[in-house]
Each structure stands twice: as C-alpha cells, then as structure tokens.
C-alpha cells in the first residue's frame, strides 16, 4: 500500500487529536500515575494543534500526517533546537522528532521511516545533520533501528511517596559553593563527551554553566542542594516544575517535577555500581522534597541511556524509564 506524507492542515485536526488522544492513553496505561490526561485530552491536543498550525507557538514546527489508502494512519511532530550553551554545537541544531509523533494501530509497514524521512526534509535546511527521535513505552511510535540510532537520554520516573525521607548528609546551595559545583559539572561533562560525541563541551562550558547556576540559585521557582562529605561538596542536584517542553498536549504538567541537573562522585565511572549510595540518595530526597513543596507527585530525572552507574542508581530508586531519545543521522 503506498504511503503519501504531508504537511497537516486544519481539515485535518479532528482525525490528528483522536490518533495522538490514543497515543498518549496508551502511555498512561504503560506509566500510570506517571503520566496523568488531561480532563478531555483530545480537546486539548486540537486547541494546541490549532495553535502550532497556525504560527503561535515557539519557534517553526512542522507537523506531517501520512496517509494510506485515504485514512490518515500517521504524525510526526518535529522542530529544530538549539544545542544547550554549555555544548560546541559543532554540527549545528539537531532536528527532533517529538514524542508525541504516533502511528495508527494499522500502519503499514514503511509508515514510520516515510515520516522520519519526510520530516527530515522539513525542519529547517539551516539545522545540523544529527536526528534525535524520541519514543515513550505505551505511546504509539516504534524505536528506529538500534544500528542507525543510538541510545542517547532516558527521562527515568517515579511517584513520590505520601511522605518524603529526610534528606542526610546534604544542605541547600549557596553561593560559595559555585566553584565545586561548577568542577563537578566539568568531570559530568567530561563523561558524557565519552558516551555520545553529540556532547562536545564548549571551550567556555565552565563560565556558561556558572552563570546559569548563579542565575538557577537566585529562580524562585527551584530549589539547588549540594551534597557533603569531610567538608567537601561532593555532587548536586535541581529539581523545577515540568514545563510544555517536557510533556505534550493531552498529557498533564502539573503533577511533575523534573531534575536535569544532577550529579554526585558516586556516578563518575561510568560502569561502576552505585546503588545505595547515600550522597546521591540524599540528593534525590531533597529533589523529592522540593517536589512535594511545589505541589508536584513525581520526579523525572534526566539520565545518560549509556551511564550505567547514574541508570543503575536510579533503578535501585525505584525509577522506571518514561521517554527515551535516540540519536542519529538522516533517515
């Protein structure tokens, strides 16, 4: 059955929010709790549908919807974004295909590549040449081959106990500790340049990172802790709300905490086990309290899919993967 790709159109908002309404129920059904639908999720996919078709959202989006046989049996949602400051970005902006990209349960077979391929071609000529797909367990996109694209960052969840464990052993952030923090996040970037070329520092990693750290310090809406042993600081972590750029239309943002900036010394060999180690689990029971004060259930750690000691300490928390990205070249 032959496959025509296109750019969607406002026609075609109505069959689009009833096919990613099915995508994200599937993802709350694999995740619940987790992921949380909104009170009428197909509404709120349109009105964010009518929204982007229509030029109001950040930056140029592209949405494109393949059809066989005159049904629309799949979307793909894609953009182009800058590289993190703190990365060189040598290769300029990677594309991305966004979770909430889906199939129809009767896709043929071709339907994804054809979209991947179609969407490439669409986000703007000016982008670099990497291709970051992201997929959800439950939601209806199917992982690209392994040997063309390769593991890159797990988002890893889990729900927050009614009560949250004291924190041991750390204390919130001061401005004194910028220094040891910002050493920290030169050995985790150090790390991560050896999992993925994709995170090559930039020559001035070190005065970006502080200057956001300072400026994160300062943000009313997070909360920085450090971790200590003998004195020293010896790993840090930030927890803030979730944001639309985390989740999509037709899934709830409210009950999210996201902690992306995360370290500890238990994490830096890379295959060393660092289950139970309480520097990092001390971090993650202040992350868990900052959530419960901002009114948040559950916790969203972003994790190198590659870093086994930082993913097996996670596991051994309880954390379960809910989005993973994967990295490769043109489809």
């Known amino acids: 059955m032959s496959i025509a790709v ?41 009105s964010a549908l009518r929204a982007a078709l229509a030029g109001e ?7 494109l919807v393949a059809r066989a046989g005159g049904a629309l049996v799949g979307v793909a ?14 290769r300029g902006m990677p594309r991305l295909m966004l979770d909430d990209s889906t199939l129809a349960p009767d896709a043929p077979e071709g339907c994804a590549e054809a ?3 179609a969407l490439w071609e669409a986000v703007d000529a000016s982008a670099g040449d990497w291709l970051l797909v992201a997929s959800a367990p439950g939601g209806g ?16 969840a889990r729900l927050l106990p009614g009560e949250a464990p004291e924190p041991s052993g750390v204390r919130r952030a001061e401005a004194g500790d910028m220094p040891a923090i910002v050493t920290l996040s030169a050995a985790h970037r150090a790390r991560l340049h050896e999992l993925s070329v994709f995170w090559e520092p930039h020559d001035e990693a070190d005065a970006r990172f502080c ?9 009313p809406d997070r909360e920085m802790w ?3 042993e003998g004195g020293e600081v010896t790993g840090y972590v930030i927890a803030q709300p979730a944001t639309r750029l985390h989740v999509p239309a037709g899934l709830r943002v409210e009950g999210l905490c996201v902690v992306d900036d995360f370290h500890h010394v238990a994490f830096d060999r890379i295959d060393a086990e660092a289950a139970g180690a309480a520097g990092p689990a001390g971090l993650l029971a202040a992350a868990a309290g900052a959530a419960r004060r901002m009114g948040r259930d559950a916790l969203l750690v972003v994790c190198p899919a590659l870093w086994g000691s930082k993913r097996g300490f996670l596991g051994s928390e309880g954390f379960a993967t809910a989005l993973h990205w ?6």
């Open 226 to 228: 450090v971790s200590e």
């Open 6 to 46: 296109a750019p969607a159109e406002a026609a075609d908002i109505p069959a689009l929010a009833t096919l990613l309404a099915r995508g994200m129920a599937a993802r709350v059904a694999a995740l619940p709790g987790i992921w949380v639908a909104e009170a009428d999720p197909a509404a709120a996919i349109a």
């Open 211 to 219: 200057a956001w750290m300072e400026k994160s310090l300062a943000l």
């Open 77 to 90: 949602h894609g953009m182009a974004l800058p590289v993190p400051p703190i990365y060189a970005g040598r």
């Open 141 to 156: 996109w199917p992982d690209p081959a392994p040997e063309a694209f390769a593991p890159l960052t797990d988002y890893m």
């Open 115 to 117: 979209l991947r391929a």
């Open 326 to 331: 994967r990295l490769g070249e043109a489809a």
């Open 57 to 63: 959202m950040p930056g140029p989006q592209h949405w």
